[in-house]
Every structure is written in structure tokens, then in C-alpha cells.
């Protein structure tokens, strides 16, 4: 069966550093794999995806995300973070053949100024 | 429309209540999905339909809720006899097809 696991639930860090989040899956072949932002009471925004290719994936608001098949990784990274980036982000994996995305439990990023 | 739009976007119902909630997808989507999420947890999945039928129903937790989509546009997440357990944050999204799918904003239900 398909799982994410996030192991850090909380990070915080400075305004300007540089910023990395976890994410690990379990999937037997190639999965699609998502990062989704989250601000406090609202919806999910699309970050950035992967389904093949360059496994190195730049998406929206600076974000990029590198997928190692042989770690079962899809760790999103931005070299220096501003304040509004304070968040909740979620990475998913989605199985082909079927839309169904599952979810890790997320991230909870604050920023310092 | 612009986005995919969800009311109301908070409800508070008492227990053993009915309740629905509505998701008007982007114009032209054909794929619809909804989630469940609750506090300090990731989205989980319900259903998911393709044009007017469920595709995918396996996440509905039980025969109290049911989802419709009657004209493959708009639809309906309906939960009878609500118990506080239901309380979460109810997600739609919408997509022409898989592949990373786009959001609404949620509608907070709370059953007191």
C-alpha cells in the first residue's frame, strides 16, 4: 500500500535561510509525487509535481523538490526563505492508473525575522 | 469559474443533523474529488467522480455520507445523522484529469 511519512512535524527558521523538508514514500513502481502549501484555514495550493523525467522539480514561489528513487525521497527545498513562506505543506503520492492522492500528516514551517 | 469554490465555507450543525456540503468545480473540469481533513492531519480521501459517476468511493468512512454529482458539474457531499467525530475540514478539488488537481478552500464542519 501506498504511504508518505514527514518525520519533522514542526521546523522553524530564520528569515533568509535556507530550508529543507522530508518526505518519504512507499510505492512499488514510479509514483506521482506533489507538494501542497497550506495557510492557515484555507485550501491547498499546488507547489510542484513530478511523474518522470528531470528529477529535479522547480515549482511556483521559488520551491524546488529533487526526487531520489533510490532514498524513496521527494525532499522540497528553497535557498532562502521570506516570511510569507510560513506554512503547512503536505507532500502526496498518487498512483498511476488511479487520481487518488494520499497525504502525509505535513510540516508545520514557521519563520523567524 | 476562476477557482473551485466551496460553501459555505464554515458550518455548524448539531448532532444528528443533516447536512450538505457543495463544491462548484472549474468550468470544464470533468474529474472531482473530495477530501477529508482533520486537526493536525493530512487530506484524506472520499470519492472521487469522472463526468456524473463515482469512480472511486472507497474513502467514505460509512453509509452516513454519500456524494452526488448529478449533471457532472457541481457537487453535493451529503452527511446524515452528523456525530461530532464528523467534525473536519471538507475539501473538493477538481482536475481535467489526474496529475495534480486544484483546491478549494474548504468547509469547516463542526457538529456540536
Known amino acids: 500500500a501506498q504511504s508518505v511519512t514527514q518525520p519533522d512535524i514542526h521546523i522553524t527558521v530564520s528569515e533568509g535561510a535556507s530550508l529543507e523538508l522530508r518526505c518519504n514514500y512507499s510505492?512499488?513502481?514510479?509514483?506521482?509525487l506533489f507538494w501542497y502549501v497550506q495557510s492557515p484555514g484555507q485550501g491547498l495550493q499546488l507547489l510542484l509535481k513530478y511523474f518522470s523525467g528531470d528529477t529535479l522539480v522547480q515549482g511556483i514561489k521559488g520551491f524546488e523538490a529533487e526526487f531520489k528513487r533510490s532514498q524513496s525521497s521527494f525532499n522540497l527545498r528553497k535557498p532562502s526563505v521570506h516570511w510569507s513562506d510560513a506554512a503547512e505543506y503536505f507532500c502526496?503520492?498518487?498512483?498511476?492508473?488511479?487520481?487518488?492522492?494520499?497525504f502525509g500528516t505535513g510540516t508545520r514551517l514557521q519563520v523567524f525575522p | 469559474g476562476a477557482g473551485v469554490s466551496q460553501t459555505p465555507s464554515n458550518k455548524v450543525t448539531e448532532k444528528g443533523k443533516y447536512v450538505e456540503l457543495r463544491c462548484d468545480p472549474i468550468s470544464g473540469h470533468t474529474a472531482l474529488y473530495w477530501y477529508r481533513q482533520s486537526l493536525g492531519q493530512g487530506p484524506e480521501f472520499l470519492i472521487y467522480?469522472?463526468?456524473?459517476?463515482?469512480?472511486?468511493d472507497s474513502g467514505l468512512p460509512n453509509d452516513r455520507f454519500f456524494a452526488v454529482r448529478p449533471e457532472g458539474s457541481v457537487s453535493t457531499l451529503k452527511i446524515q445523522r452528523t456525530e461530532r467525530g464528523d467534525s473536519a475540514m471538507y475539501l473538493c478539488a477538481s482536475s481535467l484529469g489526474g496529475r495534480g488537481y486544484t483546491f478549494g478552500s474548504g468547509t469547516r464542519l463542526t457538529v456540536v
Open positions: 467522480f469522472q463526468g456524473t459517476g463515482a469512480a472511486d
Open positions: 502526496a503520492v498518487g498512483a498511476q492508473g488511479t487520481d487518488k492522492l494520499i
Open positions: 510505492y512499488g513502481a514510479t509514483p506521482y
